[in-house]
């Protein structure tokens, strides 16, 4: 697999309104950049909006990996480089690299997107054109997952609701609001001192959609203790006449080590 074509290198400059009252970015900010890489890298192989558009076919984020290493203050220019890593019938995984300008690793992500056809939103094979592009195509891999835990009595309880800057051109929020909603439900539950650890690690699965004028719950609890502790974090949309329906599952593990 040459390299070219299996990896793109974008620079980012952190905006001051894309950063927090720490003066660093924000870790929303990271999903920002790397999807905005995976679209520039799709377009520089000929696979830009239009292509997608033309055949009623969308990615959408399905779950990903977010390790934070470093903070990345206001005005700091990052090299973000977006690689193609395997393929599943459905699946595709990117993982990208946001490097700071002395060489150190600030964040490294591993994204797997969904192909969906646009009219029904129903998963649907990737086109055998993408792994054609390359001279030894990407292999398999085991999807990214959050296991179901049991939802403990003493669980904290937020309510979010998703506003309009926040949907994208899909009328859903965007990957990157959830990382927002996860950070705002684990410091409403005592967890804001595990935002700022490094490193840490944020791991979402995404199930269904959320929209706007959709009421949401979000549901969060810490498993173990010291260094390695995880905030679990489920969210559901509330309904009326029928059941909720779970929206992520979502853990922050402060310390080494990845979410049980």
Same mark, same amino acid.
């Given at each position: #697999?040459?390299?070219?074509?299996?990896?793109?290198?974008?620079?980012?400059?952190?905006?001051?309104? !894309?950063?927090?009252?720490?003066?660093?970015?924000?870790?929303?900010?990271?999903?920002?950049?790397?999807?905005?890489?995976?679209?520039?890298?799709?377009?520089?192989?000929?696979?830009?909006?239009? +292509?997608?558009?033309?055949?009623?076919? $969308? +990615?959408?984020?399905?779950?990903?990996?977010?390790?934070? @290493?470093?903070?990345?203050?206001?005005?700091?220019?990052?090299?973000?480089?977006?690689?193609?890593?395997?393929?599943?019938?459905?699946?595709? *995984?990117?993982?990208?690299?946001?490097?700071?300008?002395?060489?150190?690793?600030?964040?490294?992500?591993?994204?797997? +997107?969904?192909?969906?056809?646009? &009219?029904?939103?129903?998963?649907? *094979?990737?086109?055998?054109? %993408?792994?054609?592009?390359?001279?030894?195509?990407?292999?398999? %891999?085991?999807?990214?997952?959050?296991?179901?835990?049991?939802?403990?009595?003493?669980?904290?309880?937020?309510?979010?609701?998703?506003?309009?800057?926040?949907?994208?051109? #899909?009328?859903?929020?965007?990957?990157?609001?959830?990382?927002?909603?996860?950070? !705002?439900?684990?410091?409403?539950?005592?967890?804001?001192?595990?935002?700022?650890?490094?490193? @840490?690690?944020?791991?979402?699965?995404?199930?269904?959609?959320?929209?706007?004028?959709?009421?949401?719950? $979000? *549901?969060?609890?810490?498993?173990?203790?010291?260094?390695?502790?995880? +905030?679990?974090?489920?969210?559901?949309?509330?309904? *009326?006449? !029928? $059941? &909720?329906?779970?929206?992520?599952?979502?853990?922050?593990?402060?310390?080494?080590?990845?979410?049980?």
């Amino acid at each position: #697999m040459s390299e070219p074509r299996a990896s793109a290198t974008v620079d980012y400059r952190a905006r001051f309104d !894309e950063c927090g009252p720490d003066g660093d970015l924000r870790p929303a900010g990271l999903l920002r950049w790397a999807q905005d890489a995976a679209w520039i890298h799709s377009g520089r192989l000929g696979f830009g909006r239009e +292509w997608y558009a033309d055949r009623g076919l $969308a +990615w959408v984020v399905r779950a990903l990996d977010l390790v934070v @290493r470093a903070p990345i203050p206001v005005g700091t220019t990052v090299a973000v480089t977006t690689r193609v890593m395997g393929f599943r019938r459905v699946l595709a *995984r990117r993982a990208t690299e946001i490097v700071l300008p002395d060489g150190r690793m600030a964040a490294l992500c591993t994204t797997d +997107w969904a192909m969906t056809d646009v &009219a029904t939103g129903s998963p649907t *094979r990737v086109p055998a054109d %993408f792994p054609a592009l390359f001279d030894s195509p990407p292999g398999g %891999f085991e999807p990214v997952r959050v296991r179901p835990a049991t939802l403990p009595p003493d669980a904290a309880v937020t309510r979010l609701r998703p506003r309009p800057q926040e949907l994208d051109p #899909m009328a859903h929020a965007n990957n990157a609001t959830y990382l927002d909603w996860l950070g !705002e439900a684990v410091e409403a539950a005592g967890g804001s001192a595990d935002l700022a650890v490094e490193p @840490r690690t944020y791991r979402l699965e995404y199930l269904v959609p959320a929209a706007l004028g959709d009421e949401l719950v $979000a *549901r969060t609890w810490v498993i173990g203790s010291g260094d390695g502790r995880t +905030w679990r974090c489920d969210i559901e949309r509330v309904a *009326r006449d !029928e $059941a &909720a329906a779970p929206v992520l599952r979502a853990a922050l593990t402060a310390g080494e080590g990845a979410p049980p």
